[in-house]
């Protein structure tokens, strides 16, 4: 990755090459030690339906450019990084929860035992050691590809450059987000409208705040 | 003289003249080539120590890299220099770390000190538990000779060890895993061409998959290379009364008929060799038995194969059509467990025979030579026991047996019966055929027929439960192991070591080092007067660029081309070519080409209950593994909303799962995912164990409903002959508690 250019990490992911066997799921869980009966990543699929074939679609965070979380967070302690990662300062969460119902994802989720809000953050952790973040390394079939969309060289801009990519949009909300799927996957209408606890309903200008 | 004989005689020549290089082996300096610390990641200098291994939470050892902080293992991750898993590690390997640091493990050797499967334990030390059970088999040993004592050692590599023990200590009786899964798969490839083919499925531009579930089933580098080549426009057709993950994302989807595919076979064949669409070079040069295939195969149309497998007569004529456009770079796929019928055998060589007129032998995008690196290996000359019976126990029970890997189905027969001569002792390592042999209530039987039991393994696994004396193993992670060879379909093929990335945990040893005690209370230490670090080098002593390799990545990798490399060369069959004929099935009563019996109906009210996989479970290895049990902690029963309604079985409903073999309650799940005929469940649940904490009380055993029928050429279990009936027994608590797929 070029570093005197500001950086926007982001994924694109290959609907057709998963299979859903979820290694990707279990590589994030042991990497980020995320606690029992809880998952920062996922496989969707589109049930049989009467073509008779599934389609399996892997998502996560998706690091949006304009994130409703980081709007309805009331402290502040979500809020993205230069290279565009969306991130949260457990030292400041208050474990409200208003970014929780407020990802169009359901991407994020209190931890149990902290109380603070989590979530994937393309394993910070790792890419500062020089390391793609579990899910990608793991896959078998690299469905998902991950780099900075701001690099030209990338494989992430190639795709973006030859391929025709689609994202998954809340209704109503725009959050931009930065994963990006191949054009062809089924599930694109399942993102739902950002709300805040109790299923309160904000005008849309209130989720631009951020 | 029977054939193990003849192997065992022929070894102590062979041994005699590699005695003086096996000496040199053996005192060589140990040296530090095996340090196996891999270069620090960039980024993580001095925090994070790195160990190369392999994966062993199924039998596919891909490659890894263990990260560990503080002499805690804290990620797996996959090994991107290892070309047959190419930097992948799925769900279970993942949770590698699961098993590692389960708190259910095995912690020190149990001695059972109640009824046998009633659980209750006494610890002993290692002392007492080494003691005790050279005492037992030197007891049996006297008494019912030393082929009294059975050995059952699973996928592992160290499982050579209890094999050179079995066979130094005396007994025949070794038996592996092989039997309840694909020995008729290898019967029917290596009599038909001599080799049990690899394919190359990269390279394949059609593939047809029947009895094989390579999306969920996985296999490295097939699943993945399969996706690769249907990206590059190769087509795959799935013939499976599940609509497996594989069958979900082929380009086509066949429910067949369970137990028919040797119809749809024959019709290929019969389009094939009637239309002239075989590849007629390979066929006339390579092949024998060609003119008595095309006579044989006359009455095998199409249209007759339609009304056996419930898939359309034009379909058959334009798959065979589109696979012989796509020759030689077109296959069907060998698949790996083959334990489904009683002609398990002649169902594979009907798939061997039909990839033999695709002419795809040896070609890219085909079936290719398996190649292995010879490694070398310290010799033994095994004492000779006069009072040993003539043969195994299981010899004869089977028209073509594996005399090296034998039958689990009629060793077990053999051991309740007590003939042709009683077997009192069982030591079993890391295989747990209580879930994974077919009828559950008959491996009891077995077991209560015994005077010792010893089981080595993780966990206290079903296996284990019925034990009289369990030891513990330690995990993968926590191992020293020999060099073992992999092959990585056309990619590669090659070697891997484990180190460990940890020390044993608790008072875990290996079972190297076990048997090795024992060896010496039996006073066959003589036989084991080596370490682990002296065995490596024996094996190493001749592939010093393997050793480097080792070193240095954690895998060789032999890149050499896998396709192309046996033109000219014989085919290690009789006639020297590939043999769609097999003329020597004639004297052990086999058909020499494979001949179609119509299966009959399901009666109404029954279903064909069949045995498959999910990515997630290996049989019942890893079903109580905790980062797993996140997954699915579960099974349910798969049945169609046709009968489903009949039998007013709603989701979630409690079913009762009932055979002449046993019966089993568990969840439904009601699904179009199964053909109507046909009920599915997995394996590994619904276990009798308590010591696997996270899944007791959970689900059901399917091998306590299977009846344990075989394949009539090897004797490899035959899962997919039981008809089952499904009563609905309660209501369900909640409609949504089966585990979603």
Same mark, same amino acid.
């Not at chain 1, 969309?149 to 060289?153: E, G, R």
């Not at chain 2, 299977?706 to 997919?720: C, F, I, K, S, Y």
């Given at each position: 990755m070029n570093k005197s250019r500001k950086q926007r990490l982001a994924m694109v992911i290959d609907?057709?090459?998963?299979?859903?066997?979820?290694a990707c799921m279990v590589a994030c869980k042991v990497e980020n030690r995320?606690?029992?009966?809880?998952?920062r990543n996922w496989v969707r699929n589109d049930g049989v339906?009467?073509?008779?074939r599934t389609q399996y679609q892997p998502g996560q965070c998706?690091?949006?450019?304009?994130p409703s979380c980081v709007a309805a967070c009331p402290v502040g302690a979500t809020y993205p990084l230069d290279n565009g990662l969306v991130v949260i300062d457990p030292k400041m969460c208050?474990?409200?929860g208003n970014c929780v119902t407020a990802c169009p994802y359901g991407a994020r989720y209190r931890?149990?035992? +902290? !109380?603070l809000a989590d979530k994937c953050d393309f394993c910070r952790h790792r890419l500062a050691r020089g390391q793609e973040p579990a899910c990608v390394e793991t896959c078998p079939t690299k469905a998902r590809v991950f780099g900075d969309?701001?690099?030209?060289?990338s494989e992430v801009s190639k795709l973006a450059k030859q391929k025709k990519l689609v994202r998954i949009h809340a209704p109503q909300v725009?959050?931009?987000?930065?994963?990006?799927?191949?054009?062809?996957?089924?599930?694109?209408?399942w993102a739902r409208t950002p709300v805040l606890p109790g299923n309160v309903h904000m005008p849309p200008g209130f989720w631009k705040q951020g | 003289m029977s054939e193990i004989t003849r192997r065992l005689m022929t070894r102590r020549q062979m041994l005699k003249l590699s005695a003086a290089a096996s000496a040199a082996a053996m005192i060589g300096p140990a040296t530090g080539?095996?340090?196996g610390r891999a270069a620090a990641a960039p980024g993580q200098a001095g925090a994070v120590k790195s160990v190369f291994s392999a994966c062993d939470?199924?039998?596919?050892k891909c490659g890894l890299i263990a990260r560990v902080q503080q002499g805690v293992v804290t990620k797996l991750d996959p090994?991107?220099?290892?070309?047959?898993?190419?930097?992948m590690l799925c769900a279970r390997g993942n949770a590698g770390i699961g098993q590692l640091y389960d708190p259910n493990r095995l912690k020190y050797p149990l001695l059972r000190?109640?009824?046998?499967?009633?659980?209750k334990w006494q610890r002993l030390s290692w002392d007492q538990a080494l003691d005790l059970a050279a005492e037992k088999l030197q007891a049996i040993a006297e008494k019912y $000779?030393?082929?009294?004592v059975l050995f059952m050692a699973g996928?592992? +590599?160290?499982s050579t060890f209890v094999h050179r023990f079995a066979e130094v200590f005396g007994s025949y009786n070794v038996i592996s895993h092989e039997s309840n899964c694909l020995i008729s798969r290898n019967r029917a490839y290596l009599d038909t061409f001599g080799a049990m083919p690899i394919p190359d +499925?990269?390279?394949?531009?059609y593939i047809l998959m029947a009895g094989a579930n390579r999306f969920e089933a996985l296999v490295t580098p097939d699943s993945m290379d399969i996706v690769t080549a249907m990206h590059a426009g190769a087509k795959l057709v799935v013939l499976d009364p599940r609509y497996t993950k594989t069958a979900a994302l082929a380009n086509e989807w066949y429910p067949i008929k369970p137990g028919t595919d040797l119809a749809f076979f024959l019709a290929m064949a019969h389009v094939l060799v009637n239309e002239e669409l075989y590849h007629k070079k390979f066929v006339a040069?390579?092949?024998?038995?060609f003119d008595q295939l095309a006579a044989h195969v006359q009455k095998y149309t199409p249209e007759w194969a339609a009304a056996e497998c419930d898939i359309k007569a034009v379909d058959i004529r334009r798959i065979t059509r589109e696979m012989a456009a796509a020759k030689p770079a077109a296959m069907v796929y060998p698949g790996r467990? $083959?334990?489904?019928?009683?002609n398990s055998t002649q169902i594979r060589r009907a798939m061997a025979i039909v990839n033999a007129l695709l002419g795809n032998w040896d070609q890219k995008g085909g079936l290719t030579l398996p190649r292995q690196i010879k490694t070398g290996h310290i010799g033994y000359d095994a004492p000779f026991y006069?009072?040993?019976?003539?043969?195994?126990?299981?010899?004869?029970?089977?028209?073509?047996?594996f005399s090296e890997e034998g039958s689990f189905k009629y060793t077990r027969d053999a051991v309740i019966e007590g003939k042709p001569y009683p077997i009192k002792g069982w030591f079993t390592y890391k295989t747990n055929p209580m879930q994974t042999g077919a009828n559950r209530a008959k491996t009891v039987e077995m077991i209560n027929q015994l005077d010792f039991m010893i089981t080595v393994d993780i966990n206290l696994s079903d296996t284990a439960w019925m034990a009289d004396l369990v030891l513990p193993a330690p995990t993968s992670l926590e191992r020293e192991d020999p060099v073992s060879s992999f092959q990585g379909s056309s990619a590669c093929s090659g070697m891997v070591m484990r180190n460990p990335a940890?020390?044993?945990?608790?008072e875990s040893r290996p079972v190297f080092w076990i048997v090795k005690q024992l060896a010496r209370r039996l006073k066959l230490g003589e036989f084991f007067d080596f370490t682990m670090a002296d065995f490596r080098q024996a094996q190493l002593k001749k592939i010093p660029e393997v050793a480097a390799a080792l070193a240095k990545e954690g895998v060789y990798n032999d890149?050499?081309?896998?396709?192309?490399?046996?033109?000219g060369k014989d085919f290690r069959t009789p006639s020297k070519k590939v043999e769609?004929?097999?003329?020597?099935?004639l004297k052990h009563g086999v058909d020499p080409l494979p001949v179609y019996h119509p299966r009959q109906e399901v009666p109404e009210g029954k279903f064909r209950i069949v045995v498959g996989r999910n990515a997630y479970i290996s049989q019942s290895a890893s079903t109580n593994n905790a980062l797993l049990c996140e997954i699915q902690d579960d099974n349910c029963l798969w049945i169609h909303p046709r009968p489903a309604a009949k039998l007013a079985i709603g989701p979630g409903d409690l079913v009762e799962v009932a055979s002449p073999a046993g019966t089993q309650k568990l969840k439904a799940?009601?699904?179009?995912?199964?053909?109507?005929?046909t009920v599915y469940m997995d394996t590994g649940?619904?276990?009798?164990?308590?010591?696997?904490?996270?899944?007791?009380?959970?689900g059901a055993c399917i091998a306590a409903v299977?009846?344990?029928?075989?394949?009539?050429? +090897?004797?490899?279990?035959?899962? !997919?002959e039981t008809l089952v009936s499904v009563t609905k027994v309660a209501d369900s608590a909640?409609?949504?508690?089966c585990p979603k797929r």
């Open positions: 609907t057709s090459k998963c299979f859903d066997c979820k995320v606690p029992k009966g809880f998952w339906g009467d073509r008779r998706m690091q949006c450019a304009e208050i474990g409200c931890d149990p035992a +902290t !109380h969309m701001n690099d030209p060289d725009e959050t931009k987000p930065y994963i990006f799927y191949l054009a062809g996957t089924d599930l694109l209408d | 080539l095996f340090s939470m199924c039998f596919n090994n991107p220099r290892y070309l047959k898993s190419r930097g000190a109640g009824e046998r499967g009633q659980g $000779t030393r082929c009294g996928t592992d +590599t160290q +499925t990269l390279n394949c531009k040069e390579r092949t024998s038995g467990r $083959t334990s489904d019928y009683e006069d009072d040993n019976p003539e043969d195994r126990v299981d010899a004869g029970r089977a028209q073509m047996m940890v020390s044993p945990m608790f890149t050499r081309p896998s396709w192309g490399v046996h033109q769609l004929y097999v003329g020597r099935y799940r009601v699904t179009e995912e199964i053909r109507p005929d649940y619904g276990v009798i164990s308590k010591g696997l904490r996270n899944i007791y009380g959970k299977l009846e344990d029928r075989a394949d009539r050429v +090897t004797g490899n279990m035959a899962m !997919h909640a409609a949504a508690t």
